[in-house]
């Protein structure tokens, strides 16, 4: 079964996280996907290149998952090949007073993808159902509108030629506390640590059910959600990798054409070096 298809969260599926393995596969050692990993982000960057030349379609890459899931180093990992000029990457905090006073989608939109661009969410749009929902920020009747208007939003990007692909990395509880660990432990890390990591771990099972509300509701043709095991880094940056490269390569891009007469323009050439002389 290909990898896109082993993580792919199907349209109208139940969910349910715990029983998914956040372990990478038995049979996948660390060398081999770390191989595989530098010659998808090779073929990335070639990828990236075609998106750039053809300025049509964009991508959008939507990342989320708990707090040390790896989304950083995720970023880091698969994009530090790619050319900064067709990249962004937004990571999306507690609104502004301005944010707030916009509909949830308001400072999303802006951030999404231009044409021949490749934009990259750290955290999303989604947390206006999982952060808002847990903390109890916003009514339930608000919240649960919004699976409805985020699929829109995303059915909209689509049908304007922005690949949608979206990553929710999985770790466990353990996985967390032993990351939550080593940053304690790292003083080059520990800038890192918040009084939220631990607020929202105590209510970790709450997050679970918004979790697997957000990928049930919300995984469409257009848009669909991929559940990636990310216990172990290496395995991570090897799924998202290998599943982002089948993504890019449907959208079908070759060399354009040039814009221009090249035989004109080599006759300008010539002439130009012939003056020089």
């Known amino acids: ?127 206006a159902v999982l952060v808002e929902r847990v903390r109890k920020l916003a009514p339930k009747r608000v919240w649960q509108s919004r699976y409805a208007m985020i699929n829109a939003f995303e059915e909209l990007l689509a049908q304007n030629g922005t690949r949608v692909v979206k990553f929710f990395l999985h770790i466990d509880a353990d996985e967390q506390l032993e990351r939550f660990r080593r940053r304690l432990d790292d003083r080059r890390r520990q800038w890192k640590i918040s009084e939220d990591d631990y607020t929202d771990r105590a209510l970790w099972p709450q997050f679970v059910e918004a979790n697997e509300a957000m990928l049930e509701r919300t995984s469409t043709p257009a848009a669909p959600w991929y559940v990636i095991p990310a216990n172990q880094k290496w395995f991570r940056d090897f799924a998202v990798s290998k599943i982002l490269v089948g993504a890019m390569k449907e959208l079908g891009l070759t060399i354009p054409p040039p814009s221009v007469e090249i035989a004109k323009i080599r006759r300008k050439y010539h002439e130009a070096k012939r003056g020089d002389r």
């Open 1 to 127: 079964m290909a990898i896109s298809e082993r993580f792919l969260i199907r349209p109208g599926s139940a969910v349910r996280l715990s029983a998914i393995d956040a372990d990478a596969p038995a049979h996948v050692t660390r060398e081999w996907a770390r191989r595989k990993v530098r010659k998808a982000t090779e073929r990335l960057a070639d990828l990236q290149y075609l998106l750039f030349a053809n300025a049509g379609p964009s991508v959008l890459i939507v990342i989320q998952g708990p707090d040390a899931a790896g989304k950083d180093g995720l970023i880091k990992h698969l994009f530090e090949g790619l050319n900064p000029h067709g990249v962004t990457v937004t990571a999306f905090e507690k609104p502004t007073p301005v944010e707030a006073d916009h509909d949830f989608l308001w400072r999303v939109h802006r951030h999404a993808p231009a044409k021949g661009k490749i934009a990259v969410f750290n955290r999303s749009h989604y947390e």
